[in-house]
């Protein structure tokens, strides 16, 4: 079923109009208007819409291990001196079957009968990053490509270590948080109901907490299976509405707004930008173009919903800077940052700068944050175990005190 967005599309001729389409999702749209000569600034979808899920095998994005090691043999294969065409038959010679080298044949049988490389790996766009096929058209039209090929590689690692130095900091809190709420879940669902038997042998009234504890697990007990369909159902559609344009844009504006952790997020998202379009000017892409790709490369859909209508600010000859500042989601000195390398010529630099200076920022809040909040976890944790015995020990206190009397 298809979805209805209503869409700001900048012209051939250099006119932004808007415009009602209907698609599967955003990326098929953006595709279908592409092709039509459109581009597309902005989609909003009417409303939520559900359709079946889509069963169909789709191409799952190659690893960037496995895509930072072809880049690494391409260059060094085109360092050797052999001609293009000849160093991807030599790399499909060594590679394993698997729809990865189907891919990569039908693009080496492009760039044979004529295509550029550029042309035939945005035909995978959803197995490549987008800034890839820009990065090989500056390889190709300045004639090094060697040299964009090991800048990408380089894009990549930065990339790839400060993500994995995100999400190593998160693996203890949520290990820690899982492995808490399990052992919860067993208490309420084996250790508490055994309790409830022996205390109908008990003479006295049982607190409230020790009943509250009770009924809450003994629902959990009777309705389990309902209880675990539920969340299941909840989930799917939490998901199915999340993978909506409007669900995106929701939960990534919220995700900013979550004290402590939202800055870090932000700052991500501007570092991932600033890389990206860092990266693109490096390689002689021209600025416009390379704001349109590089907004792509942003994984916060709120953030990049900001900047995506600047791109038409600066085709029209606006300041880049002025453009970031209008965008309300740079900060001030990042922005006075990109004025003088706007200024002096050295914008590609001055971005590359901003990026490790937002990365050196996510890694100091990350770290304050962890150690703030694993001990703040192990607290909360422990005031719900320490409710949950409490509440079964209180009737035989009860009962002790009774008895003495």
């Not at 294969?77 to 039908?106: C, H, N, Y």
């Not at 159902?233 to 004290?259: E, H």
């Not at 940052?337 to 630099?349: I, N």
């Amino acid at each position: 079923m298809a979805t209805q967005f209503t869409c700001r599309l900048g012209t051939p001729d250099g006119r932004v109009i808007q415009e009602v389409h209907r698609a599967s999702d955003e990326r098929a749209l953006r595709r279908d208007l592409e092709r039509r000569g459109l581009h597309l600034f902005e989609a909003k979808a009417s409303g939520f819409s559900f359709s079946m899920p889509n069963f169909r095998r789709r191409p799952k994005p190659i690893s960037q291990e496995a895509f930072m090691i072809f880049n690494q043999e391409l260059a060094s294969l085109l360092k050797a001196g052999l001609p293009l065409l000849q160093s991807l038959d030599l790399m499909l010679e060594r590679m394993k079957e698997g729809p990865i080298r189907d891919v990569l044949t039908d693009i080496r049988d492009r760039v044979r009968s004529g295509e550029e490389m550029s042309d035939a790996f945005s035909r995978y766009s959803e197995m490549f990053p987008r800034l890839y096929p820009a990065s090989l058209k500056a390889g190709e039209r300045s004639g090094d490509l060697e040299n964009v090929l090991r800048r990408f590689v380089r894009y990549l690692k930065l990339v790839g270590q400060a993500r994995k130095r995100i999400t190593s900091a998160l693996v203890y809190p949520i290990v820690l948080v899982v492995l808490s709420m399990s052992m919860v879940g067993v208490l309420a669902l084996f250790v508490i109901p055994k309790f409830e038997e022996f205390f109908l042998t008990l003479d006295v009234e049982l607190p409230l907490p020790t009943r509250m504890i009770l009924g809450m697990s003994s629902f959990l007990v009777e309705n389990i299976v309902w209880v675990v369909l539920s969340v299941v159902a909840v989930v799917f559609f939490f998901r199915r509405w999340s993978r909506t344009t409007l669900g995106r844009l929701t939960l990534d504006r919220l995700k900013l707004r979550i004290p402590l952790v939202g800055s870090i997020l932000h700052r991500f998202s501007l570092s991932e930008f600033s890389r990206s379009l860092g990266t693109l000017l490096t390689g002689g892409i021209p600025l416009v173009s390379a704001f349109e790709i590089a907004t792509e490369a942003i994984s916060n859909a709120f953030v990049r919903s900001r900047l995506v209508p600047r791109i038409q600010q600066v085709r029209e000859g606006q300041p880049f800077y002025q453009a970031l500042e209008d965008s309300g989601v740079f900060y001030p000195l990042a922005i006075n940052l990109v004025k003088v390398g706007e200024e002096t010529g050295a914008l590609d630099e001055m971005l590359t700068n901003v990026s490790d200076f937002f990365d050196e920022q996510v890694e100091t809040q990350l770290g304050r944050v962890l150690s703030l909040l694993e001990p703040l976890l192990m607290v909360f944790l422990g005031l719900i175990v320490a409710m949950i015995l409490l509440s079964i020990y209180l009737p035989l206190f009860s009962s002790m005190g009774n008895s003495n009397f």
